[in-house]
């Protein structure tokens, strides 16, 4: 396989996700070169978190779910939503912003499940989301 530009097609909408995703130059010179990278350089610039050969995917995929699925779906959601719409902000918008996401958050039942299970030490039991 190989890349547009070597063949005189600028990867210009790709270039929106990698141009917000990598360090400028290694944007750059991947762009202008459409030379595909390896895992451990794809690793190294952050482009993805871990790498892990192909026979622990399954296992690598299951350790992550696990490590989310213990925590609040609905705390998940507005942090994600909260992370991706402040990133389009300006610094002290993002700031006014991520304070009224957090107050909603500390407002909300799972917080306050999360204190009582921690008052109490056992785990919490997060709120079912309404569907």
């Known amino acids: 396989a190989t890349s547009g530009v070597k063949y005189g097609l600028f990867c210009s ?3 929106v996700a990698v ?8 944007a750059m010179e991947m762009l202008l070169t459409g030379d595909f ?10 482009l993805v978190n871990q790498v892990v050969p192909a026979a622990a995917l ?3 995929v299951d350790r992550l779910c696990a490590r989310l699925l213990d925590k609040p779906a609905d705390v998940l959601a507005l942090g994600k939503r909260a ?4 990133l389009e902000m300006g610094l002290e918008e993002a700031y006014r912003f991520t304070t009224e996401v957090i107050v909603e958050n500390a407002l ?3 917080f306050a499940e999360g204190v009582r299970a921690f008052v109490e030490k056992r785990q919490p039991v997060w709120p079912q989301a309404a569907e």
């Open 37 to 46: 990278i390896d895992a451990q350089t794809a690793l190294r610039l952050g």
């Open 13 to 15: 909408t790709p270039m």
């Open 19 to 26: 141009s917000r995703n990598l360090p400028r130059k290694a």
């Open 108 to 110: 909300g039942a799972s």
């Open 83 to 86: 992370f991706y719409r402040q």
């Open 58 to 60: 399954d296992a690598a």
